[in-house]
């Protein structure tokens, strides 16, 4: 009889040894990755602001299409149009992040739709003046423009005819 209470003691002292060895190690692991999942991202102040996306973009497609004198004040058009919808998006991400902590599902729903017609609206503005330089473009300049549109590199590489 002892022995096989032995035979049993034994491999349920292991047991239990075993599940609690695992146990301190998961747990350990499992506070680590909470703690690691519990950091926020980075305030928006600190992420890139449209308006300077904005900016950088504004100045490589400048660098890659060589405008010619009479083509600047197009430019100028487009440039203004282009600034005035990164502010506009600035604000928008301010106040989301200003409210998001507050608001329910339906309210971030509905602030996303509002979102999406802001940009709709945008693309609007941003249309004719875009249009207009577009038109006044050599062929050259197009087929940059068309390149970094569809694939979104910027640069005076030639493209291929």
Known sequence: MNQKAYHI?????LVVVMVAFLSIFLLAN??????AADKKKPPVAARISAVD????QIKQLQGSLNLTE????LWSDLTLVMRE???EMDARSKERAENIKEMNAVERMKFHSQTTEAHLEQMKKLLP???ALYNSMSDDQKKI????FRTGK?????VKK
């Not at 009479?70 to 004040?73: L, R």
């Not at 423009?145 to 970094?148: L, N, S, V």
């Not at 910027?154 to 030639?158: A, D, S």
């Open 9 to 13: 003691v034994v491999p349920a002292s």
């Open 30 to 35: 499992a506070n680590s990755a909470y703690a």
């Open 53 to 56: 996306y904005t900016e950088t």
């Open 70 to 73: 009479s083509q600047e004040a």
């Open 85 to 87: 919808n990164a502010k």
């Open 129 to 131: 003046p875009f249009e």
């Open 145 to 148: 423009t068309d390149t970094t």
């Open 154 to 158: 910027y640069g005076k590489k030639r």
